[in-house]
């Protein structure tokens, strides 16, 4: 069982003089049962409050103070590995109703007696949109505070407002070299809600009833020469859909290309 609560703070020069900044709180429960050798692994129960100031939604900028209550069940079995989680999110946005949702369903199987042993999973998320920007209530589901690029290399949409499909291939490590590809499909939950970036922030309202966002690729390979030196190739392309090619800020599909060389002494 674990407890939090953190407040943002301001960095002032000098020593011992930095003080609480009002905009953002974070505060919650989270609580994890470990189940060794059980059809069901994992389970987890979580609740999260969240409070801040000047975010921006389709439906405006304003005061976000956010309940968010979920749950997750790992499974194992054999072959087969599988992810499931429910998030459900309350609370006032500018004094008026939050209330969001978000579903992922992840299905891994692990062919064992294949060279390289592949493992092959296929995962669906789909978070909700706000359906109707001049009501009260927000239905925008919120990431909170997630990692830096939410979905492949090549990231042009979050978490929120979306239904995802994506399929994985992951081979075992032979001789150092390892292989992973992705590829994912992205379409708006609701075409009067925008488009959010990882973060959750706004990128771009809604000028369109296109719903499908766009499509992407990415290929990771990686060799592992020693202990001290291992290196990493990833290659990404984004392919704009039908709601980005209407939109005069994206002209272009994205192409990515990284080369990563480690050395640990």
């Keep these: 069982i674990d407890l939090f609560a953190m407040e943002l703070m301001n960095e002032n020069p000098g020593y011992f003089d930095d003080n609480i900044n009002q905009s953002q709180k974070i505060a919650g429960i989270w609580v994890t049962q470990i189940m060794p050798r059980k059809f069901f692994s994992r389970f987890d129960a979580f609740y ?66 294949v060279f390289l042993k592949p493992a092959l999973s296929a995962t669906t998320a789909i978070s909700s949109g706000d359906h109707n920007l001049q009501d009260s209530t927000l239905n925008t589901f919120s990431p909170l505070y997630p990692k830096g690029i939410y979905y492949g290399f090549a990231d042009n949409a979050g978490s929120a407002n979306m239904f995802v499909v994506h399929g994985k291939l992951v081979t075992e490590t032979v001789r150092g070299l390892n292989f ?48 001290h030196i291992s290196l990493r190739c990833v290659a990404a392309y984004y392919e704009r859909g039908p709601f980005l090619k209407q939109e005069a800020s994206t002209p272009n599909d994205i192409r990515y290309l990284g080369v990563t060389a480690i050395l640990r002494l």
């Design 48 to 113: 999260i409050y969240t409070h801040r100031t000047l975010l921006n939604f389709a439906q405006g900028l304003g005061t976000d103070s956010r309940h968010t209550i979920g749950t997750a069940l790992n499974f194992n079995s054999h072959r087969w590995s599988g992810y499931t989680e429910a998030d459900l999110q309350l609370g006032k946005f500018n004094g008026y109703p939050i209330l969001a949702w978000k579903l992922t369903q992840t299905f891994t199987y692990q062919l064992t007696d």
């Design 180 to 227: 992973m590809t992705d590829y994912y499909i992205f379409w708006r939950q609701s075409i009067v809600d925008g488009i959010y970036g990882g973060g959750g922030s706004l990128l771009f309202v809604s000028d369109n009833d296109q719903r499908r966002i766009g499509s992407m690729i990415d290929a990771v390979v990686s060799y592992i020469y020693n202990t």
